[in-house]
């Protein structure tokens, strides 16, 4: 309920005018009647719309869901600790960037989990707090972890729910990636002059066995780079000239930011089951191409550097 407004001094004195002029009597010529005059309404309150909650800063907004700058604050020194327990250097400005952009795509994966069909209940969400509670030894240590780690009892459980749904979408995006995949076992020169690299090419045009030459330049691996799919390798060049050669065909030199690159392909397959690094880049990179595709398609408003 608000409080009644002090009123300025000239409401108060136009208040007192008219409070004597309509009670106190007054003569009339002869003094034979006493009149009074009917007082005027005089409003003496006003009333006041009901107060207004003050808006939570914010360090972003995803398609209008919030991430409230306590939380992004919370989360740089918790960053920036544990890369201090690391040893690891890392500027101001770097941390925030990696704790804003992180803060982001888990918000962006929690929304897509939820048009997906996946929620996360107060059962699912207290069961899993129990399961924390029990691995820090007990209620009470989780509860002064939250306060250490600049949690609020709300703040907490938030960000727990949007954190078991981030993660449920980031394991159904990653194992939508196939385990087999179209690839090619390549050997290959790699050289860091151009000059010299048209010397190799003379040479292997003339005749010159290509492993001999591979072994010159890099007797440890021999040049062999191994198998590898589409969109493993940093180099694009490089792997669409891998891709466009027949087995036992030698490219033209190529050139990337690695150097000047001379292949041949050894083998190729169809439909072969990738390695285990090849696997986890792959399932990166369909990670990365979700997020870059939701940050394209969304409104994310950024209000810290």
């Known amino acids: 309920m608000g409080r009644m407004p002090a009123l300025k001094p000239n409401h108060l004195f136009l208040f007192f005018a008219i409070f004597l002029f309509a009670f106190a009597p007054s003569a009339c010529s002869g003094g034979n009647a006493a009149m009074t005059a009917s007082p005027t309404p005089v409003p003496l309150t006003e009333t006041l719309p009901p107060p207004t909650e003050t808006p939570i800063p914010l360090a ?13 604050n919370a989360e740089l020194e918790r960053y920036k600790a544990a890369q201090a327990a690391l040893g690891t250097s890392v500027s101001e400005e770097e941390a925030r960037r990696i704790v804003l952009e992180d803060l982001v795509s888990q918000v962006l994966l929690a929304q897509g989990a939820v048009e997906a069909g996946f929620t996360v209940d107060d059962s699912a969400l207290q069961a899993r707090i129990e399961a924390l509670a029990a691995q820090v030894g007990g209620a009470e240590a989780l509860r002064a972890w939250q306060q250490a780690n600049g949690y609020s009892e709300d703040g907490f459980r938030a960000a727990l729910r949007r954190a078991i749904a981030a993660a449920w979408m980031r394991d159904k995006i990653i194992s939508s990636v196939p385990h087999t995949a179209q690839q ?4 290959q020169i790699l050289l860091y002059n151009e000059d010299v690299a048209q010397n190799y090419y003379r040479q292997l045009q003339a005749g010159t066995n290509f ?27 490089v792997e669409e000239a891998a891709f466009s050669l027949e087995v036992g065909a030698m490219s033209q030199i190529i050139q990337s930011e690695a150097g000047y690159h001379i292949l041949t392909v050894l083998e190729a397959q169809a439909d072969r089951p990738l390695s285990p690094d090849a696997l986890l880049t792959l399932q990166n990179r369909a ?7 939701r940050r394209q398609q969304g409104t994310i408003t950024i209000n810290v550097k």
Do not use: M
């Not at 972003?60 to 992004?72: C, K, M, R, S, Y």
């Not at 090619?184 to 050997?187: A, D, E, I, K």
């Open 60 to 72: 972003a907004a995803v398609n209008g869901e919030a991430i409230p700058l306590d939380e992004f």
């Open 184 to 187: 090619v076992h390549v050997r």
């Open 211 to 237: 492993e001999e030459l591979a072994i010159r330049v890099d007797p440890i691996t021999r040049g062999d780079i191994g198998w590898f799919p589409r969109n493993y390798l940093p180099s694009k060049e």
């Open 287 to 293: 990670l990365d191409n979700w997020l870059a595709e």
